[in-house]
C-alpha cells in the first residue's frame, strides 16, 4: 500500500500495522528490514489485541481485527504516514451480530468484501461499494446453507479469472472452497 509492504500483528500493547519499503534496514540490526508501526496499538483500545486479514480497495488499505471482549472489527486508513488516521469501518455489532474477528478482506467488482464467523450461525460474507461504516450488506446465506461451516480461514481469499474465492472450514469435509461469479451466488 502506497509502496509499502504492510502486515499486521498482536502483541502485549494490542493488534500493530507494520510497514516496511523493503530496502531500509533497521538501525538497530542493520542486517534486517526497518517495520515501523504506523497505528496506534489496538487502534486506540486494548480489547483489539490481533490483526487476522488485510486487503486494499479503493485508496485505502484494510485490516481485519480480533477484539478480546469479541467485538471484532475492521480499521482502514487512506494516510499510512498518519497513525492517528484509521477508522473503524465495520463491526459485527453494526448488523446484529457478534464476532470475535475479522477474517478475510477481499476487493472484486469495484466491492470489498468481508468474512467472519458468528457463533452457532457460521460463516458470513458482507459487501460494500464505499467501504463506509453502516454500508455493508449480506451477500451469503448463514454458513453458505451449511449449518457445518463455521469460519473462514484468515485471509484466504482471492480473485482469479472473474471468480472471487474464499476458504471455509467445514466440521464434516473440511476445508470448503466457495465461488462467486455473477456477485450474488455462490
Known amino acids: 500500500f502506497d509502496g509499502l509492504l504492510c502486515g499486521g500483528t498482536g502483541n ?5 500495522v507494520r510497514c516496511s519499503d523493503g530496502a531500509t534496514p533497521d538501525p538497530a540490526d542493520p542486517a534486517r528490514l526497518l517495520w515501523t508501526q504506523r497505528n496506534a496499538p489496538g487502534f486506540g483500545d486494548g480489547n483489539n489485541i490481533k490483526i487476522w486479514s488485510s486487503g ?11 477484539a478480546a471482549n469479541g467485538n471484532g472489527s475492521i ?9 492517528q488516521a484509521w477508522e473503524q469501518v465495520f463491526s459485527p455489532g453494526d448488523v446484529g451480530v457478534i464476532a470475535s474477528r475479522a477474517d478475510t478482506l477481499q476487493a472484486f467488482r469495484g466491492r470489498l468484501y468481508i468474512g467472519f464467523a458468528v457463533p452457532n450461525a457460521g460463516a458470513r460474507v458482507y459487501r460494500s461499494v464505499t467501504g463506509n461504516r453502516f454500508s455493508w450488506e449480506p451477500v451469503a446465506a448463514d454458513g453458505f446453507g451449511s449449518a457445518t461451516t463455521g469460519r473462514f480461514i484468515s485471509d484466504a481469499s482471492a480473485e ?5 474465492s474464499v476458504a471455509a472450514l467445514d466440521e464434516a469435509p473440511g476445508v470448503g472452497i466457495w465461488g462467486k461469479v455473477d456477485g450474488r451466488s455462490w
Request: aromatic share 10%; charged share 25%; no cysteine.
Open 75 to 83: 480499521w482502514r486508513t487512506r494516510d499510512i504516514d498518519n497513525p
Open 160 to 164: 482469479l479469472d472473474g471468480v472471487l
Open 12 to 16: 502485549s500493547n494490542g493488534a500493530e
Open 56 to 66: 486494499t480497495h479503493g485508496d485505502a488499505l484494510y485490516f481485519g481485527v480480533e
